[in-house]
């Protein structure tokens, strides 16, 4: 049974045991807690896990789960958003209500200072600011002053421990300020000779007196009482706020204010400070409910519960609807998954049985058809694979058929390649050597590709050993071979070859071409790369003639080239579809001259490979480079 379970089940044994233990034998709960912590995190990660391997593994669960959470997503958010938006609105109103409070304020503060600023007596107006004080029950604080001299002397101040005047900048403001450690909301006057201070205290018990007004509370803060952090660890530790029964929701009410204990140019500072709002959706929420009938907020509520009501049939309907095509679909799969087992474990004959009329028919269809086709599918890949291997076999017996690729006497160094466009090639070389005779070379190209093409190379390659060893001129040679081979190739079937024999005592060489590719010569001496093309027909068509096939005799010396080659490599393209060509094989010989035979050949691949981009054999590819050595 233990060998069943994952690492991470034998994890949570583990640990379940070790907080069982702690918990029973340890006086310290602390290495408990931290288990049993780790315990629900793993096992609960697990329980996911084996949810999801479980109950997901079938598609028709996850699509019922995935129309589950289509559904209720959209109408979690829709309530989150209206949740959220209403909030947001409520406490933007109620900031607004307090501004305009506060602002009102300001105004009833304004009209006061004009009032004693218009009686330009002193002694009237201490007479006329008791009047206020008296009204609004000793909660104001003014300060009348007079200009004497330049400067400004207090002569009435109430209350008489309020602040210190002798902070006071004598400039016109209204608003809030700052003075020592104490927060004023307030308005400055100034007016011919006097000068007038009136504003209230800000204090926790001032503001509870203004949140009477509304549907909030406000918390007071110091204007210097901390970060935003501290204001959040506030709102955690106030009990009032955190009690869910109330419903209070934090919100945060801006305002500025001048600092007179800290000036700048003989000027107060201008700081930023905030308040915390705390409203009361609840005492909101039940104002709605106990409104009276045919009042706006009454019969708004009862429009938004006329909305649930039309609209959750619709939300119940469109689920009903969503499951039943949801079991339509997952039956469909459920037989396709156990029909592709059944084939899994070779069972051919089982067909799927499906009745929607609907692309889900056609996919069980295509899996009958696909289910009948995979037994004549398998003897095709097996036969596949049986041509494989013969194609292998016969690409190895036609290498053994070509002579090695590299070869060196005292005066000739020759390197060779032959690349197959397929699995064998249609192209061939060969060379024969006799030593202080004479060297024969020669490329051949057999039309077409594969199979055929390398029947006809074999046949070639037979013939050239027989007629080689009577030493013919090139052009006697390639005419014995047409008229040898004429009888075996079909009507579109020919041979073009290019061959050079070398006399070594005459340091010349005889070339004939039988409708092949130029060959190319460099000549040491003038350092000039030549392209060599007697006149010539190919071996097979109804025009061929001895007298057609010409030769041309050339002297060669040291440090000499010669360059065959089938039109497999002259003809590669890149992607532009731009050839190779002749021009930029006669550049690479003319570059690489001073090199070994063996490095030009390994040049020239080089360049057809970087120059196509993508493979050199779209045709088979055949050359042979001969440089002479002394």
Not at 13 to 41: C, D, G, P, Q, R
Not at 159 to 169: A, L, V, Y
Not at 319 to 329: A, K, L, N, Q
Not at 516 to 533: I, R, V
Request: proline fraction near 3%; glycine fraction near 4%.
């Amino acid at each position: 049974m233990f060998r069943r379970w994952k690492k991470i089940d034998i994890v949570i044994a583990i640990l379940f045991v070790s907080a069982n233990i702690s918990y029973l034998f340890l006086t310290n709960k602390t290495i408990f807690k931290i288990l049993l912590w780790i315990l629900i995190i793993l096992a609960s990660g697990r329980l996911l896990l084996f949810f999801k391997q479980k109950l997901l593994w079938k598609i028709r669960n996850r699509l019922i789960f995935s129309g589950i959470f289509i559904v209720a997503t959209p109408i979690f958010f829709i309530l989150i958003f209206f949740y959220v938006t209403s909030y947001i609105l409520v406490a933007h109103y109620e900031v607004i209500i307090l501004n305009n409070i506060m602002n009102g304020r300001l105004v009833r503060l304004e009209q006061i200072a004009n009032k004693l600023l218009d009686i330009k007596d002193s002694d009237k107006m201490k007479k006329m600011a008791g009047i206020p004080v008296r009204f609004d029950q000793g909660k104001l604080n003014i300060l009348l002053f007079e200009k004497e001299d330049g400067q400004y002397t207090c002569f009435y101040k109430y209350p008489p421990e309020g602040f210190p005047e002798n902070k006071i900048i004598m400039t016109d403001f209204k608003g809030y300020f700052l003075i020592n450690n104490d927060l004023y909301h307030g308005i400055l006057k100034q007016k011919n000779d006097f000068s007038v201070i009136i504003a209230n205290n800000l204090t926790q018990e001032f503001l509870d007196d203004i949140s009477t007004m509304s549907d909030f509370k406000i918390k007071y803060r110091h204007p210097y009482s901390g970060s935003s952090l501290k204001m959040l660890e506030e709102v955690t530790d106030d009990p009032e706020i955190m009690d869910n029964d109330n419903a209070f929701f934090p919100y945060l009410f801006d305002y500025k204010f001048l600092d007179f204990n800290a000036l700048e140019n003989g000027k107060p500072i201008e700081g930023n400070a905030r308040f915390l709002l705390k409203v009361d959706f609840k005492k909101l929420y039940n104002k709605i409910l106990s409104s009276s009938p045919g009042s706006v907020q009454n019969d708004t509520f009862h429009f938004i519960i006329l909305l649930i009501v039309i609209f959750a049939p619709f939300v119940v309907f469109s689920f009903f609807i969503g499951f039943r095509m949801i079991r339509v679909i997952t039956r469909s799969i459920h037989q396709i998954t156990k029909g592709t087992q059944k084939i899994r474990n070779g069972d051919f004959s089982f067909r799927i049985k499906t009745r929607s009329k609907d692309e889900l028919q056609y996919l069980g269809e295509s899996f009958n058809e696909m289910a009948a086709g995979i037994d004549r599918l398998l003897i095709e890949e097996k036969e596949k694979q049986r041509l494989e291997e013969e194609l292998r076999i016969a690409r190895s017996i036609q290498l053994k058929l070509l002579p090695p690729d590299t070869f060196e006497s005292e005066k000739f160094e020759l390197a060779a390649v032959n690349i197959p466009a397929a699995e064998i090639a249609g192209d061939y070389f060969d060379y024969f050597y006799q030593k202080d005779k004479y060297l024969s070379l020669l490329v051949a190209d057999v039309s077409g590709k594969g199979a055929q093409a390398a029947f006809y190379m074999a046949e070639l390659k037979g013939l050239i050993n027989h007629l080689h060893t009577e030493e013919m001129s090139p052009a006697g040679l390639i005419s014995e071979c047409h008229h040898s081979l004429l009888a075996s190739l079909d009507r579109v079937t020919f041979i073009t070859m290019v061959i050079a024999r070398f006399k070594i005592p005459e340091n010349t060489f005889v070339l004939s071409r039988a409708g092949h590719t130029q060959a190319l010569f460099y000549c040491a001496k003038e350092k000039k790369c030549h392209e060599l093309f007697p006149e010539g027909v190919a071996i097979g068509l109804k025009n061929f003639s001895r007298e057609k096939i010409k030769e041309l005799e050339v002297e060669y010396h040291s440090g000499d080239i010669l360059f065959l080659f089938s039109d497999g490599l002259s003809e590669i393209l890149n992607k532009d579809d731009e050839m190779i060509g002749v021009k930029n094989l006669k550049n690479l010989i003319l570059t690489n001259s001073g090199r070994s035979a063996e490095e030009i050949k390994q040049q020239m691949l080089d360049f057809a490979i970087k120059f196509s981009e993508t493979e050199i054999n779209r045709d088979d590819l055949t050359f042979i480079v001969l440089k002479i050595k002394c």
